[in-house]
């Protein structure tokens, strides 16, 4: 019935983050003053748990269950589908080739021109 | 060979420098090289200043999570590493926000709450040890099934001049 976070050196040891960059980042918002001890720490596995909870999610969603490798469309697509992931939707936009868009663009500028006929 | 420097000073540095600001569109040169975008970009992040919203945590760490977390023979792409290790940052930003804690307090309360936690909050409180041992919010956080019980204790929510400050402390018991 613990209510504090038993910080052996084995609890240390199962993170493989720097915790000193994760403050930084926390730090960076407007909203916090302090970071307290426990809270940083519990942050930062919590970090770790959202990485392999978004690399295992697209993973298994996407191609890569046949190609058998992570593409950012999977992580794009995992994003798309799932509620969880919502909040990372504005930096994780499909990708399209370049040419597609130029093409895109030229379509859209002709179309214009017509109407404007 | 300047990308690629580039690359790792950025890697070492937490900064990525081919960060862009969020557009509906990520362009991708015909010839799906990414080391190209690297140095379309090289310039503008070399020259900017150090931004806020550019800190990111080392790429290898990252990267290595996600390598343990897919099948073991499983790959993964480098723009995906890359993505990822934006995602991650847009991540604690997220949950160190106060929109989400307000959120994350709201949804504790009533039913969806855990029975016999309550919801609260101090105000103006230092912090000190009883504040440890009454509990007050819970939540809970579930990855690949594992399941931890999550013990967020907020105090000292305060106004100052207009500007609203909270530091949060968060404990975590392994779930029962």
């Not at chain 2, 799906?32 to 140095?39: A, I, R, S, V």
Request: charged residues 25%; negative net charge.
């Amino acid at each position: 019935n613990a209510n504090k976070i038993k910080r052996t050196p084995d609890a240390k040891k199962s993170i493989s983050l720097p915790v000193s960059r994760v403050r930084l980042i926390m730090k960076s918002s407007p909203d916090v003053s302090s970071i307290n001890q426990d809270a940083l720490f519990l942050t930062t596995k919590a970090t770790e748990l959202f990485v392999q909870h978004l690399a295992l999610s697209s993973f298994n969603n996407g191609s890569g269950k046949d190609s058998n490798t992570l593409e950012y469309s999977d992580l794009a697509k995992t994003t798309e589908e799932n509620e969880t992931f919502h909040f990372l939707t504005d930096i994780l936009p499909k990708k399209i080739l370049a040419r597609d868009y130029l093409k895109t663009l030229e379509q859209m500028q002709e179309e214009e021109e017509e109407a404007d006929l | 060979m300047d990308g690629d420097s580039a690359t790792t000073d950025a890697s070492q540095l937490g900064i990525t420098g081919e960060y862009m600001a969020s557009s509906h569109y990520v362009l991708q040169s015909q010839d799906d090289d990414g080391e190209e975008n690297l140095n379309d970009h090289e310039d503008g992040g070399i020259k900017e200043n150090y931004r806020e919203q550019d800190i990111y945590l080392p790429i290898a760490n990252v990267a290595r999570i996600m390598k343990n977390a897919v099948p073991q023979t499983g790959k993964i792409a480098k723009d995906a590493k890359e993505c990822v290790q934006e995602c991650v940052s847009e991540f604690i930003s997220f949950i160190t926000s106060e929109l989400y804690l307000q959120k994350f307090r709201e949804a504790m309360k009533g039913e969806k709450g855990i029975p016999g936690v309550s919801v609260g909050e101090s105000l103006g409180e230092d912090l000190t040890e009883d504040s440890f041992t009454n509990p007050l919010p819970a939540g809970i956080i579930t990855a690949d099934g594992q399941q931890q019980n999550v013990m967020v204790y907020t105090t000292s929510y305060q106004q100052v001049q207009h500007t609203h400050t909270h530091s949060v402390t968060v404990c975590v018991t392994k779930g029962s």
